[in-house]
């Protein structure tokens, strides 16, 4: 129309943000001329975003909107084109594609025919569009020696247990860190759906329909504590400890970030969702994630009577790692250099079909719990669900007294030792999977 409009997004009070309402807004301005029948838009949700030449361009969150229209009895959307694959996997909603205003105008008229859904996307398995095949680009198989730290990656994977790495540079920490990913459990339908969620949101959904792979997180040590854990002033937009949501979130050079941001993980590690209150909203995150992290015994690294370092400088460098944080790994160990004469371990193929066992004897032993895998067993549960033979629960108090662990401590040996049976395929827990798991805890940084 020729004269101004005043569009009015009610309530009032509640602050819009994006380009998503644009389409909407144009339709409602053909409507509002009398350019569509009456009725013609009654239970439908719009989603787009307006290019000056009518296009309709895609919008982030496509997959969060169309659920919570579909929450609000809305039946039928109406989405850009591009994000059909998207929107579609919202049961129970009719969706159709839109390239632009007049052609959406003209298929609301009856006067042209929808276009057509873009083409299925193809499984992860299958090979993509450009032919060649998906497959990981790294392997276990690479990283030489080190059976210890090899067995803990495992153990992590298995049980869902957070792992912290120390040593001198070059003896393999990263490296093997790299390659958790590539021995985890694959998504499950359910997280799949969670974690293609969360990054439409962010505004980088898969662009091959759901998640097939599990998020892998690895931010550089100068992150703050907002782009950790999440944050912002005008619009909260989740941190990495959400994007890393259902997958690893790997932290190298642990020591090098800011005390206040290591300290921000805390509660995300024990509650798996992330709170963040501002002065006009609150909301929550979720962040259940498997944290790796690696990190140098001191400022120069080499650690030992080779340290260059002063004791003002080692104990500097100590307290940036707070004893509340240290204590929520389930897994410490010091990564030494390996032998010249090690060769290469089992490949990741081999160590994820026993990954995958263990979390499938998990899924079995949980299935009537509110968890699923060995590392959320709370504390008050963990004598009735995850028992002890007399000997494992001799080692196991062993352990309390002699390593002085906390009550946090001692609750996640338990843990792991029954991760390390599960592992085994073994029913019972005894004194040689309580004091592996153990052992599996040392006393570092």
Known sequence: PQQRITVNLAPGGLRKTGAGFELAVALGLVAATGQLADGVLDGMGVLGELGLDGSVRPVPGVLA???????????????????????????????????SVAELRACLKGESEWPDAPPAVARDDEPDVQ????????DLADVRGLPRARRALEVAAAGGHHVLLTGSPGTGKTMLARR???????????????VTRIHSAAGHAPTRGL???????????????AALVGGGSSRVRPGEVTLAHRG????????????????????????????ISRQAMSVVFPSDFLLVACSNP?????????????????????????????????????????????GPGEPSSMVRARVAEAVARQHRRYARRPWSRNA????????????????????????????????????????VARTLADLEGGDEVDERHVTLAAALREDVP
């Open 65 to 99: 909107l169309v659920d919570a229209l579909r929450t609000d009895g809305i039946d039928g959307v109406v989405v850009p084109t591009s994000d059909v694959a998207e929107a579609s996997l919202v049961d129970g909603v009719e969706v159709r594609g839109a390239r």
């Open 131 to 138: 032919g060649d095949a998906l497959s990981d680009p790294v």
């Open 180 to 194: 958790l990913p590539t021995i985890l459990a694959p998504l499950e339908p359910g997280e799949a759906l969670e």
């Open 211 to 225: 998640a097939r792979r599990r998020p892998f997180r690895a931010p550089h040590h100068t992150a703050s504590t």
């Open 248 to 275: 690893t979130l790997f932290l190298d050079e642990l020591g090098e970030f800011p005390p206040h941001a290591l300290d921000a993980l805390r509660q995300p590690i024990e509650e798996h969702v992330v709170r």
């Open 298 to 342: 001191c400022p120069c690294g080499r650690g030992g009577p080779s340290c260059q370092c002063t004791e003002m400088q080692r104990a500097r460098y100590r307290r940036r790692l707070s004893a509340p944080l240290l204590d929520r790994f389930d897994l410490r160990l010091e990564v030494h250099p390996p032998e010249a004469d090690d």
């Open 376 to 415: 959320k067993v709370p504390a008050g549960a963990l004598v009735d669900v995850i028992p002890l033979t007399p000997d494992g629960e001799d080692a196991w108090r062993w352990a309390i007294a002699h390593d002085a662990l906390t009550g946090r401590g001692a609750a996640r040996v338990r843990r």
